[in-house]
């Protein structure tokens, strides 16, 4: 049964490995709150050593940093990264970029035209965000560590008995 549902089983185990994660409620929400302004950043693929380094940095919960750039996945970049950019673009009152031939020059010339919004969006979304999941963070992990968490069910006529010493 349970490998009809991978994906749920990774979302219980993930739960599973934050749950358990070492440290106060504050430490953890710290790390997560980093992490996920690392993870709103224009550096994907560098994101999660970015978030390590500044946890080891700040002396901050590195896994809880970790785990929190994965805000920014493969599903959801196109979507953050989008709205970060229009963000940015409307307040420093700039005209959507145009995507010319894809030449290192145009891309060059282009990067001033791109970057800068991204960049200012990202950042007041890496803000924002980051300060929303330090005040949820702060508060569900001690709900967390309370919770109780059922084993994930076998499947029926595979019992496997373990002898000591096994």
């Given at each position: 049964m349970w490998r009809r549902f991978g994906f749920i089983r990774q979302l219980k185990l993930n739960l599973v490995k934050f749950i358990r994660l070492r440290g106060s409620p504050d430490e953890i929400a710290k790390g997560v709150a980093l992490g996920i302004?690392?993870?709103?950043?224009p550096t994907f693929g560098l994101q999660m050593p970015i978030a390590i380094f500044f946890a080891f940095l700040l002396k901050e919960n590195k896994l809880a940093a970790a785990l929190?750039?994965?805000?920014?996945?493969?599903v959801t970049a196109p979507i953050i990264y989008g709205l970060q950019y229009?963000?940015?673009r409307l307040l420093l009152d700039l005209p959507r970029a145009r995507l010319p031939e894809l030449t290192f020059e145009s891309l060059k010339a282009m990067g001033g035209e791109v970057l800068l919004p991204l960049c200012l969006g990202s950042l007041i979304f890496?803000?924002?965000c980051g300060a929303l999941a330090y005040a949820l963070t702060l508060r569900a992990v001690p709900l967390f560590k309370a919770w109780k968490i059922p084993r994930w069910p076998r499947p029926r006529g595979l019992h496997i008995h373990r002898r000591k010493g096994d």
């Open positions: 302004f690392i993870g709103m950043t929190g750039v994965w805000i920014t996945n493969p229009e963000s940015g890496g803000i924002a």
